[in-house]
Structures are given as structure tokens and as C-alpha cells.
């Protein structure tokens, strides 16, 4: 049950190109990604029709079909050619998909898209100054982006529970090497919640919505287990944020 998407980024491409139907077929089922930030990030895009929409990090493209579902025109970006052909396969000919990584400039005239979604890319960078820029400078005036992170307390309490002395106020690195179930490297950027929202001031932008929503009411029957005995199905995993420009 990978809490990850696909890193848009050079350091995460040929680590998810190497899992990329093994990282699909886990995303499509899991608590995480399927029945926690997938429905997340659909309920705050509301509805998208008619609107142009570009997804960073957009991986096997899950956003990518919700948003084409609900009329929207989406454009997709990832760093990992092999999951943006699984992305086509799923989407057909006509969806604009392009090999991206979001530490570079984004491909697009100043003020096209309506909104942005990074879901669970951000946390793959150390430093987010450029990719919020550009963020701001392809979205239209009032355009919003709506995007998904690493909690910032779930990280931190999850390296005190492995035992690690890990300072909560430093922007620190972390390693995995594992993503369903085949061995990878990838690098992490964790850092407080303070720093993550001054950086999204600092870009000009205006925090419109903060949330730690809880699952899908159908997770519970789906995982059973995980549920039990629990008086609030919310759990700390991601932090959702919407921005406007």
C-alpha cells in the first residue's frame, strides 16, 4: 500500500520507470492513493467543466481520467516515460501527456490553465520557490491549484517511531527503497508545516483551503481491519491544500 505518486522529477523517474505496472496495479486498489487522495483531490476540483486543467506529476493518470470524466480539457505531465505510456494506454490518442519534470519550466505560454493538481509530487523536491512560480505563472488570474502532500506530523511521528532523531523544523531528506514491493531509491524532502505554508505565501499565492479529510465512506467496508475499532475513519497520511492565484 504505497503512499507515493510518481515522481515528476529526474532523481524519482527511472526508479517509478522500473516499477511502472507493479506501482499501477498497487495505486488502482490501495487505501492510499484510491480510496484516500484520489477522492480527496476530485471533491476540491468540484466541478471541472469546461475548465483547462493541467496535472503535475500526473503519473498512470487516475486525476487525469476524473477530470476528463467530469469535462474538463486536461494536460498531463510526469517524469517517468513508462508511466506516462500506461497514462495513454488508459486515455486514448487524443490527451495532451507529455515527459516532464517539474524542477524545470513548465512548456506553457503564461496564464492557460484554470487550475493545477499536484497530488503527491511536491515532497520529491527540496526546494519548491521555482515550481511554485511556475505554478502561479500558467494558471489564469483567480486560477487555483490543488494539490496533496506528505503530512508533515505523520512524517515526523513516523521517524520517532522507527527511533530516528529527526528535527520537525528542518526541510531533511529521506530515503526509500521500496515501492510495491520492488526494491528502488528514491529521495524524499520532508519539512514542517510552517514551512510548507511561507512557501506557498512567498509564491504569491492565497491559501483558500487547508484539509485532512477523511476516506472514502467505501474504504471502510474494503478495509475492514484497518478500521476496526476506530471511533473517526480519518487518519494522518496526506495534507490537502488549495491555492489561488
Known amino acids: 500500500m504505497s503512499p ?5 522529477g529526474h532523481s524519482g523517474a527511472a526508479a517509478y520507470d522500473a516499477v511502472a505496472e507493479a506501482y499501477t ?26 475548465r483547462h486543467v ?9 486525476t487525469l481520467v476524473d477530470l476528463i470524466d467530469g469535462g474538463a480539457t486536461a494536460v498531463g505531465i510526469d ?3 513508462a508511466l506516462i505510456d ?10 495532451d501527456l507529455r515527459v516532464a519534470d517539474l524542477a524545470d519550466p513548465l512548456p506553457f505560454d503564461d496564464g492557460v490553465f484554470d487550475d493545477v493538481v499536484s497530488s503527491l509530487a511536491l515532497h520529491y523536491l527540496e526546494d519548491w520557490t521555482y515550481p511554485l512560480a511556475e505554478m502561479k505563472r500558467v494558471l489564469k488570474p ?5 494539490l496533496s502532500v506528505e503530512h508533515p506530523f505523520a512524517m515526523w511521528l513516523s521517524a520517532q517511531h522507527e527511533g530516528e532523531k529527526t528535527n ?10 521500496d515501492i510495491a514491493g520492488e526494491s528502488v531509491d528514491l529521495t524524499f524532502w520532508d519539512r514542517s508545516l510552517s514551512t ?4 506557498f505565501l512567498a509564491a504569491g499565492f492565497r491559501i483558500t483551503h487547508v484539509g485532512e479529510p477523511g476516506p472514502a465512506p467505501e474504504a471502510i467496508e474494503e478495509f475492514p481491519d484497518f478500521f476496526k475499532d476506530r471511533d473517526d475513519p480519518r487518519f494522518l497520511a496526506f495534507l490537502f491544500v488549495v491555492l489561488e492565484a
Open 142 to 146: 483567480g486560477g487555483r491549484v490543488i
Open 54 to 62: 493541467l496535472d503535475l506529476g500526473c503519473g498512470s493518470g487516475p
Open 196 to 199: 510548507m505554508l511561507q512557501s
Open 86 to 95: 500506461i497514462a495513454r494506454e488508459r486515455l486514448g490518442p487524443d490527451v
Open 25 to 50: 496495479a498497487e495505486n488502482d486498489s490501495s487505501l492510499l492513493n484510491e480510496y484516500y487522495n484520489r477522492p480527496a483531490i476530485r471533491e476540491l476540483l468540484g466541478d471541472v467543466a469546461g
Open 168 to 177: 520537525y523544523f528542518a526541510t531533511r531528506s529521506r530515503h526509500e527503497s
Open 79 to 81: 517524469g517517468s516515460p
Open 4 to 8: 507515493h505518486s510518481p515522481s515528476p
